[in-house]
């Protein structure tokens, strides 16, 4: 095994330090989020964690390394009455994205089970994880049927594998630590709520710190033994910190005033469900316990707050993560006035902590020991790195946009807000794929509807029973079978075949021309368009962003998963000039072929947003309708958003989406509680050749 990289080595990132050190406290944390951008040391860090753990005991020989003192009854390696007892060093289990769900939770030996009634069970990673860590790097990009077997695990603390009336469970009690990138897509909103704590990581800018990340990093790379050698007295220290702190753990008192401060604070950022409650109690108490001390003080708290709420807050991933600091400490000061209205004459500090800087252990905030060199006390907070990263992530180009691009026209408005996103009715494309697990189109999936049998193409997955004892049964005599088991040989297995749901790309294609330059009516069609993207983001589609205005076309964003980078840069879009509509097809053309190259499975949906006017150049309608047929003639799905408005109108949307081989609908029946939306869908591709295929 390489060695890894010291956790008292790494620079900076004080928050995510310190709350991978709590959760090493107190597992019963719940784990930590680790969001940033890439090369913050995120996977480092996490990695380095599993050193600082103490050793668990676990009963000999047992493949679910079960305690010694309470062993689980119902172990498929037990009982363990008469078994000795050994110690290991905690694991660190990292489940890779495209993990199946067989190497998740394991698999059991069909075959076997059906002829001999044995439960021969291979465990997963998930025994593997009990009682240690779990680590998914990427996990925004986790499939959804790993992150509903996860979730499974995460809430009952076991794990269940079923086969067709056979089934075996194992306790599966873990440490989930997950890293991600935000500009790759967000997490369903029930696996964020597990995690007990999140934190924004950035890269610094301080000059004097990135020198020491790069001489760290490259001492370690000549001679990882030896710069760990170097750090191991400091490893050994922190690891004995760890210790003490999880023995002073029972000893930690919450008390009244602090609980009633936690239950304030939740209820004055509106969180969702009571768990938010429980992981800041069970924060703050860990807190005490890293400091030194045997009482929560107010400090405690409002550290618990900023690293636990954070991301139950949002309500749709559009919303910017973080906390309105001024407003906590309202909050908190508010509650503490509340628990003691009379306090003793004097008495300036009821909590007796300092405040904020208060003079215990670490300053009675918890934060971790500063190390040598650049990570030292004078370094910003990293409280501040989420306000630091939205202002990254937000659509900061608004002031040089009317000039990024195509060329201005005389006429070029700045960029107006998005009205109010709404429910949006479904848009599928038709037919059935096989692309990625989503929940927008039709497609032969793992996970789904049965809806027929087939011979298995490799390891068997999913068994069709019926049709595997099928298969079986004529060939019970041949076979020599005397006795009431079925004689079952692999030829006989059959795999089920199962539709469910995929995602797609959805493919936004925007006319910010001159002719939607009217203010309330961009903001409409923007907030229609974020609507739609709020809607991708739910049906775990990628999505990407083509504009057109003036004289060309450009791509605003490149297919991707991250819903709020579109977002963004929606936000940020000036309108004005000509109306290239060809320029903007050919361009959404070109993004689509290069698109299938990468990901051929993924099947497109070209969602086009104009009034249907077209201007400049020689022809323009004619080159409009010729771009437009090049989707019709590669069966590409596709629905125009017509943005008309007016008494009199045109219907040039309605012809485009006719030469596009697609439908139409207007802002109005987008909506998925408007009576029109109700009868239509996109379904409307109904020419001769697409009903062939």
């Not at 309202?330 to 209205?341: F, G």
């Not at 049965?450 to 060939?475: D, E, I, N």
């Not at 943005?643 to 596009?660: D, K, P, T």
């Not at 409307?684 to 050749?689: A, E, I, K, Q, T």
């Amino acid at each position: 095994m390489s060695t890894p990289y010291p956790f008292t080595a790494l620079v900076g990132q004080d928050d995510l330090r310190l709350a991978l050190l709590l959760n090493a406290v107190s597992p019963a944390v719940g784990g930590v989020l680790v969001r940033g951008e890439k090369g913050t040391a995120k996977s480092t860090a996490v990695r380095a964690l599993s050193a600082l753990l103490p050793e668990v005991p676990v009963v000999a020989g047992c493949r679910f390394s079960c305690d010694p003192a309470a062993p689980d009854p119902n172990c498929p390696d037990g009982p363990h009455e008469s078994a000795g007892a050994t110690a290991r060093p905690a694991r660190m289990v990292e489940l890779p994205v495209g993990a199946s769900e067989d190497r998740l939770v394991g698999a059991l030996d069909i075959e076997r089970a059906l002829a001999e009634g044995v439960k021969a069970f291979e465990p997963g990673l998930l025994a593997d994880a009990h009682r240690g860590i779990l680590y998914v790097d990427e996990v925004n990009l986790l499939h959804d049927h790993l992150v509903d077997l996860l979730l499974d695990a995460a809430a009952m603390g076991a794990s269940y594998v079923e086969r067709e009336g056979v089934s075996v469970r194992h306790a599966a009690r873990f440490l989930l630590v997950g890293t991600m990138n935000p500009e790759e897509g967000e997490l369903r909103p029930q696996l964020l709520d597990r995690f007990g704590l999140t934190v924004e990581v950035a890269a610094s800018r301080e000059t004097d710190q990135r020198v020491e990340v790069v001489r760290r990093r490259l001492a370690y790379d000549d001679d990882p033994e030896g710069f760990a050698g170097r750090w191991s007295e400091d490893e050994s220290a922190l690891r004995d910190r760890v210790v003490a702190a999880r023995a002073l753990l029972p000893q930690v008192v919450l008390g009244d005033g602090a609980l009633r401060q936690i239950a304030a604070t939740c209820a004055a950022f509106e969180v969702d469900g009571m768990r938010a409650d429980i992981v800041m109690a069970r924060t703050a108490t860990a807190l005490a316990a890293w400091a030194g001390r045997t009482d929560v003080l107010s400090e405690d708290v409002r550290q618990a707050a900023l690293l636990a709420l954070p991301h139950r807050r949002r309500r749709n991933p559009f919303d910017a993560p973080g906390l309105d600091e001024d407003k906590l400490d309202e909050t908190l000061e508010d509650a503490r006035e509340d628990e003691e209205p009379e306090p003793p004459e004097g008495d300036d500090d009821p909590d007796g902590g300092g405040g904020p800087d208060g003079d215990g252990p670490d300053g009675g905030g918890g934060q971790p020991p500063a190390g040598d060199g650049p990570d030292s006390p004078e370094l910003p907070s990293q409280n501040q790195g989420p306000d630091a990263q939205d202002a990254d992530d937000s659509p900061a180009p608004q002031e040089p946009a009317p000039t990024a691009g195509a060329p201005s026209g005389p006429g070029e408005q700045q960029a107006v807000r998005a009205a109010e996103p709404f429910r949006t009715k479904m848009l599928s494309v038709p037919g059935i794929g096989e692309g990625a697990a989503g929940r927008r189109s039709r497609a032969r999936t793992e996970h789904g509807r049965t809806t027929g049998s087939r011979r298995p193409r490799g390891a068997l997955t999913k068994l069709h029973l019926a049709a595997t004892v099928q298969a079986a049964a004529p060939h019970q005599k041949a076979r020599g079978r005397s006795g009431a088991g079925l004689v079952v040989r692999r030829d006989d297995l059959r795999q089920a075949t199962r539709e469910g749901r995929e995602g797609n790309l959805v493919l936004f294609v925007v006319d910010a021309s001159g002719s939607m330059a009217a203010r309330q009516r961009m903001s409409a069609v923007k907030g229609a368009v974020l609507s739609l993207l709020l809607d991708a983001y739910q049906r775990r589609d990628k999505v990407g962003l083509v504009t057109f205005r003036g004289t060309e076309a450009e791509v605003a964003l490149p297919p991707t998963s991250s819903v709020d980078a579109a977002a963004a840069r929606l936000e940020s879009l000036p309108t004005g000039g000509r109306t290239p509509l060809a320029a903007g097809l050919l361009k959404a053309h070109d993004v689509l072929r290069v698109e299938r190259l990468r990901d051929a499975a993924r099947r497109p949906l070209v969602v086009v947003v104009t009034d249907g006017r077209a201007t400049g150049g020689v022809e323009p309608v004619a080159r409009a309708g010729r771009a437009a047929r090049l989707f019709a003639a590669e069966g590409v799905a596709s629905v125009v958003v017509d943005c008309e408005s007016g008494y009199v109108r045109l219907g040039l949307a309605g012809q485009l989406a006719g030469e596009l081989g697609g439908t139409v609908v207007t802002l109005d029946e987008l909506r998925a509680d408007s009576i029109a939306g109700l009868v239509k869908d996109v379904q409307g591709m109904n020419s001769p050749s697409r009903r062939a295929a």
